[in-house]
């Protein structure tokens, strides 16, 4: 079984203890008042008047609390099958959520953030590792690399070079200028190359694995934003001759002229463009940011001055164009817009720049659980892979046995075993190309590791993990112990509730009622059609009912005055329909039919009582249950610390 480093668990305790504050104990517990106040400032989030009032009246509510989660752990309740297994779905739900560095969040946010501001125009050069003939070739690649930093160096034009020398497919079309780019544009070690070279400069060599790579920044402007267009597109076929080239020519051109005189764009995009998913839309494209599409298509998008202007015919290597601006969304300059940051946020999770956040991990499994790479050769360890996995002979002897220890996390040791398994699954190249070599392999196996380990331990290096996961367990065992020694009990009782119904009768009392059906409607538009049909028969309202079943809930039954919508300054008579009102925190709406009415107040029968004798008689079974729990647990209250947290 794997367990966390004794010498991790000590840390964390008396690191816990040096800072640790009592308010209050209750039989051989104690609670700090950092978790207290963690609590109360949850619960009570609005501006009091009276805080120190406050803070004791939920004091008194969290110690009992803390006692019945208590009981319930002194029972084993954390042991049912229901608790472990919401447990850890929970777990299982927000653990992903954790594992990255807050810090490096931020940081990335805001450093993705000023980049929204700004669009970079870009060439580009590519060395690609693969010879004319397709096949690797590193050593190639290499001399072909310095040749053209030579000749950059010695100021050659860098298009020019780019032209001559790049191996990118598209510098054909594009002499080397890819266009505007801005974030989340490119992967993010070319746009960190890019943002960081000064305009009309160019980059270090950035290296992929396909090539090397070189940019140069030929200007800057502000963000342009994103951009709502139509367009029509006139595809031309592979291999058509010049005739058929210059029949779709003409067709481009002819639209042109009917969209200039009037002639619906949406009409004529459905019926001859070639891109058939913005065609089946009237020609309508998904919102259009920087660095999407080829430069040529966007030079002339970009260029439309305002809304509803339309291009001429223009082309690029997909055919000819007609496009017309809808509108643009400028991009977001304040740095306070949550929904922007958030998005930004959600982008960087999903991009590759997210991979640095394994680096926090690493480190922090290293630092706080101990991480220890035991005295081994490769050579062996090599050997045996292959032999295990390849049917290779074994030449270096046994010197690497299945339980022989590789390296260790805390007190979880791994071993030959673990690493063969990790080994088979990925040794291979994901492009298909071979296997990875053996080092490599290794270096992930550890990394991955590290990785599960974290999660599997989240609860020892992330505090607010630890506390939403014990929330959440604390929580599922007071519903739990409640649900068994409370409101069960309360419920299932008949003789008790009877015997206080008996006692009490004086207490269950219809105030002014009526006996009314209320119609409950998702909406306000929903509520009128239904009141409007209703009126003309109110006496069929259950006809009425039938017919909008999905959309609203109807409750015949008796009423106290100020249960009906609709009531406020209305004194109700038998055959009155109320008019609908409508509910401002989620838009429902809601009236009633008043069949009789009752301006004295009447004895409810048991049956009618029940559901308040049950609040009662619990209440009754939580007093008592109450008084035994502190006698179990004996509370003392730290009336000088109480004091310095009310302030």
Not at 293 to 317: H, N
Not at 582 to 596: G, L, M, P
Request: charge should be neutral; proline fraction near 4%; include cysteine.
């Amino acid at each position: 079984m794997k367990r966390i480093s004794l010498f991790f668990v000590t840390a964390v305790l008396l690191l816990s203890a040096a800072s640790a504050q009592t308010l209050f104990t209750y039989g051989k517990y104690a609670v700090d008042v950092k978790d207290f106040l963690r609590a109360y400032n949850k619960n009570n989030s609005q501006p009091v008047t009276d805080k120190a009032k406050s803070i004791s009246d939920y004091l008194e509510l969290y110690i009992k609390s803390r006692l019945k989660i208590q009981e319930a752990y002194e029972r084993r309740y954390d042991t049912l099958p229901q608790v472990k297994m919401e447990v850890s779905n929970l777990r299982t739900q927000i653990a992903e959520n954790y594992m990255s560095d807050p810090e490096l969040v931020s940081r990335m946010s805001n450093e993705a953030f000023q980049r929204s501001l700004k669009d970079i125009h870009v060439a580009h050069i590519f060395i690609s590792f693969r010879n004319a003939g397709g096949t690797i070739d590193m050593n190639a690649a290499k001399e072909k690399k310095e040749t053209v930093i030579q000749r950059l160096q010695k100021g050659e034009d860098f298009l020019q070079v780019t032209q001559q020398t790049s191996d990118d497919p598209a510098v054909k079309n594009n002499k080397g200028d890819i266009g505007y780019i801005t974030v989340f544009t490119l992967p993010y070690t070319f746009e960190n190359a890019i943002y960081s070279t000064p305009t009309g400069k160019y980059s270090t060599v950035v290296e992929s694995k396909s090539g090397y790579h070189i940019f140069k920044t030929l200007g800057e402007r502000k963000a342009a934003g994103k951009l709502k267009a139509q367009q029509i597109l006139l595809a031309i076929p592979p291999g058509a001759d010049e005739a058929t080239k210059k029949q779709i020519a003409t067709l481009a051109d002819s639209l042109y002229k009917r969209i200039l005189a009037g002639d619906n764009f949406n009409r004529l995009a459905s019926s001859f463009s070639n891109d058939y998913i913005s065609g089946a839309a009237g020609g309508l494209m998904p919102d259009i940011g920087v660095g999407q599409y080829d430069p040529a298509f966007e030079s002339v998008i970009w260029s439309l001055a305002k809304d509803g202007a339309v291009s001429k015919p223009f082309m690029t290597s997909h055919g000819w164009h007609i496009v017309k601006r809808i509108s643009v969304k400028p991009v977001i300059t304040d740095p306070k817009d949550n929904m922007n940051m958030q998005e930004l946020e959600q982008k960087i999770r999903t991009d590759s720049r997210w991979e640095l956040s394994r680096d926090f991990i690493f480190n922090q499994v290293k630092t706080k659980a101990g991480f220890k790479k035991f005295t081994y050769d490769d050579a062996a360890l090599w050997n045996m892979t292959d032999s295990v996995l390849d049917n290779k002979p074994m030449n270096l002897g046994w010197a690497i046995k299945a339980g022989t220890p590789l390296f260790a996390i805390g007190d979880s040791v791994y071993d030959a075993t673990n690493w063969v398994n990790y080994a088979n699954m990925y040794r291979y190249k994901q492009d298909g190309s071979g296997p990875k070599p053996h080092a490599q392999v290794r270096d992930e196996w550890e990394q991955f590791t590290m990785i599960n380990y974290y999660k599997d331990h989240l609860e020892s290096f992330n505090d607010d993990f630890s506390y939403q996961m014990n929330e959440f367990k604390d929580g599922n065992l007071f519903f739990e112990i409640m649900q068994q020694e409370i409101w069960n009990k309360a419920q299932n009782d008949s003789a008790a509730l009877l015997e206080l119904y008996e006692k009490n009768k004086k207490n269950y009392l219809w105030q002014k009622s009526a006996d009314a059906v209320i119609f409950f409607c998702s909406d306000e538009t929903t509520a009128k059609t239904v009141y409007n049909i209703v009126k003309k028969n109110p006496k069929d309202w259950k006809k009425v009912a039938e017919m909008y079943t999905e959309k609203i809930v109807v409750d015949s039954s008796k009423f106290e005055w100020n249960q009906i919508p609709g009531m406020e300054k209305i004194v109700p008579k038998p055959g009155m329909l109320l008019a609908p009102t409508v509910n401002k925190t989620d838009n429902t709406a809601s009236f009633a039919y008043i069949v009789n009415s009752y301006s004295q107040p009447m004895q409810r029968t048991f049956t009618e009582a029940r559901g308040m004798l049950i609040n009662d008689y619990q209440d009754i079974l939580e007093k008592k249950w109450d008084e035994e729990l502190k006698k179990k647990y004996p509370v003392v209250i730290d009336q000088k610390v109480l004091a310095e947290t009310s302030k």
